[in-house]
């Protein structure tokens, strides 16, 4: 079944301190990736995109994602994370059948100072 | 408007009562979803409207979840004879055609349901 998957339910890091988000997908053609964050108390925002093209994304925030076919997967990194970025993150493909997102199990991030 | 609003933005409500929840999209939006977030967990995905079509329902977790959606704007999500196991966030989300990944979908802040 297509599917994207969050290894992890929750990581800390320091402020500073790089940041790397794990997500996994498994789908039969090349798949429509997105990441987005959930903040205390606000709606999911989208983050970056993936469909084709060049494989590193850059998103908002400082954020960039990188696909890798080899690897099935699309992991969200930060070279240097600040306290603001503490949210839940959600990994997520589009379902062309379904015409809608389907979302992983989400990660939440917490940041150290 | 500016993004997509719901109300109530929190509602409790007693064990068999029913409610509603309200969507309005993005202006210019035909593509509307409701997705339902339990505590901690990942989001589900209920419908989506194209225009004031939902063409696949099997997302409903059951005959007690109705949705619809009028003049291409406003949806309404309606719970029967709500349950504990409905407590949950229910969000919703607007875009300007369903399935076109090159369209952003937008969320809203949720609303909060808790059944007592």
């Known amino acids: 079944a297509q599917s994207v998957t969050q290894p992890d339910i929750h990581i800390t890091v320091s402020e500073g301190a790089s940041l790397e988000l794990r997500c996994n997908y498994s789908y039969g053609a090349t798949p429509y990736l997105f990441w987005y964050v959930q903040s205390p108390g606000q709606g999911l925002q989208l983050l970056l995109k993936y469909f084709s093209g060049d494989t590193l994304v850059q998103g908002i925030k400082g954020f960039e994602a990188e696909f890798k076919r080899s690897q099935s997967s699309f992991n969200l990194r930060k070279p240097s994370v600040h306290w603001s970025d503490a949210a839940e993150y959600f990994c997520a493909f589009l379902d062309t059948g379904r015409r809608a997102l389907t979302f992983g199990s989400g990660t939440r991030l917490q940041v150290q100072p | 408007g500016a993004g997509v609003s719901q109300s109530p933005s929190n509602k409790v409500t007693e064990k068999g009562k029913d409610v509603e929840l309200r969507c309005d999209p993005i202006?210019?939006?035909?593509?509307l979803y409701w997705y339902r977030q339990r505590l901690g967990q990942g989001l589900e995905f209920l419908i989506y409207?194209?225009?004031?079509?939902?063409?696949?329902k099997s997302g409903l977790p059951s005959d007690r979840f109705s949705a619809e959606r009028t003049g291409e704007s406003v949806s309404t999500l309606t719970i029967q004879r709500t349950q504990q196991e409905d407590s949950a966030v229910y969000l919703c989300a607007s875009s300007l055609i369903a399935g076109d990944a090159g369209n952003t979908i937008y969320f809203g802040e949720g609303s909060w349901l808790t059944v007592v």
């Open positions: 409207f194209q225009g004031n079509s939902a063409p696949d």
């Open positions: 202006s210019g939006h035909t593509a």
